[in-house]
């Protein structure tokens, strides 16, 4: 599927609409540069999971963030866990925190920025991948490939 936006909430706008067809298991990969738009389409899905958009701080310093998912916003996922390996020195740190428990866990939706830097623990496994593109002024360039 392909995607314009125009403008940062129409991006956190598809991140919503695709969360309601992901399901426990999934783990989300999202490919682009600085500033394209990652983090803000990762806003969309959590809201989503009826969590406050703002209550999503940028894993960029923590390399993970954990978020329950009430009963009712969903049967099946109770956990999304939102990777950013952008200062990340190698896997193995990721390794130390405990990621393997949640990539591909039944009832956990994970969601991976720069996952260039993870290959080796991510490969062999099943992954949807979202590339974000700049393009003229505000506008992106979105590319959901599952
Ligand atoms: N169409 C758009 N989609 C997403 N973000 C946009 C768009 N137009 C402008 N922006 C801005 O670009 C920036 C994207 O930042 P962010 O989502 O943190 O990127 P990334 O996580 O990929 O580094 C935000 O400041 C946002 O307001
Ligand atoms: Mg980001």
Redesign the pocket.
Known sequence: MDYI????D???IIGKNLSTQLKGGDIVL?H????????????GIVEGFGIDPNDVV?PTFTLMQEYQVDKSASEQVSKLVHI?TYRLEDEEQLREIGVEDYLGEKNTVCLI?WPEKIEGLLKDRKTINIL?RHSEN???KIKIKE
């Open positions: 936006t125009k403008n940062s129409e991006t956190r999202l682009g540069d600085l500033g394209a738009g990652k983090t803000t389409l990762t806003k940028s950013d920025e974000i505000d506008k992106r």
